[in-house]
């Protein structure tokens, strides 16, 4: 991979997901999450002619980083179309599905996009562009409860109520269009020695309500199931617990609330079986990636 490429994202945990993969030569594989195309890439060098790949990116600027290779498809939308896309190309099953959550390198860096808590950018946190819902309409517009909810349930902050209070009170007076100006107007929960992780947490709460996060994680995962062959594996790279509680639990039970149900003697059956325990970065890759030191990686094998 050229420096450009790493430029735009380094891949985190790479040898470790495609490992996870156990890729066939002939195999048929989907890359999810696309980025820069660090982890297609290294797929394809495992794949021999007749393999094939797939990959899904809804940011439009992924497209710049397509890979010129007969066994590559580039799909320009978002991971919750799986199937559907899939379909389209007469693919029933894959061998395999690689996911690496979260927003890549390139978005962070990028100050108009609105990810990042080192800008000043408009209030926009789209991976999609031509999404309908940006930041500023959840900031603006959206009631106190609402404010309220995401706060609490995707930032999981402590004092959701009175942030969500604060942001309803400003924006009466004028309307928070920058990441400066929501800044601004929640200085007295920002202080010093605890400003960014609080802002962090506060920014990830608005970027996975307008990403709608969650519930394509959800509807990703379930999918995966349904195209994986029988032996196939699913290899997902998280960064935050809400991302990774999804993921353990839908590995674990084929669910992502309560417990499957059991028969007469205590047995239940799931689609997946987990593989080896979680991996996390070593102290080597999060000296040189910081992006890395809060992912964890999780393979489970279809039945």
């Not at 490992?19 to 982890?39: A, E, M, Q, R, S």
């Not at 902050?157 to 601004?184: F, M, P």
């Not at 059991?262 to 080896?276: A, C, N």
Request: hydrophobic letters at 35%; charged letters at 30%.
């Amino acid at each position: 991979m050229n420096s450009e490429e790493y430029q735009y994202h380094k891949p985190v945990l790479l040898t470790e997901s495609v490992d996870g993969l156990n890729i066939k030569p002939d195999g048929v594989y989907v890359d999810v999450t696309f980025g820069g195309g660090g982890h297609s890439r290294e797929i394809l060098k495992r794949l021999g002619e007749k393999g094939k790949l797939f990959a899904f990116d809804q940011d439009e600027d992924a497209l710049q980083n397509k890979i010129d290779d007969p066994r590559f498809i580039l799909i320009n939308q978002n991971f919750r179309f799986l199937k559907r896309y899939l379909r389209f190309y007469n693919v029933r099953e894959v061998d395999g599905v690689l996911g690496d959550l979260g927003v890549s390198s390139h978005q962070f860096n990028v100050a108009e996009r609105g990810f990042s808590t080192r800008f000043d950018g408009e209030l926009d946190m789209r991976m999609n562009k031509g999404g309908e819902i940006s930041a500023y309409d959840v900031v603006n517009n959206y009631d106190e409860k609402d404010l309220r909810r995401l706060f609490d349930a995707y930032g999981e902050l402590k004092n959701a109520g009175a942030i969500a209070y604060t942001i309803v009170k400003a924006r009466k007076e004028v309307s928070i269009k920058s990441t400066e100006q929501l800044k601004e107007v929640l200085a007295k929960f920002l202080p010093a020695h605890k400003s960014a992780k609080i802002l962090a947490q506060i920014y990830q709460a608005i970027r996975i309500e307008v990403n709608q996060e969650m519930e394509v994680l959800k509807e990703m995962l379930e999918q995966s199931v349904e195209v994986l062959k029988q032996g196939g594996r699913l290899s997902v790279i998280s960064y935050h617990s809400l991302e990774d509680r999804l993921v353990k639990r839908f590995m674990k039970n084929g669910m992502f609330e309560g417990e499957p149900e059991r028969d007469i003697f205590g047995r239940f059956e799931v689609p997946l079986k987990q593989l080896g325990k979680l991996i996390v970065p070593g102290e080597k890759e999060v000296m040189e990636n910081n992006r890395a030191r809060s992912a964890k990686l999780r393979v489970a094998e279809k039945k």
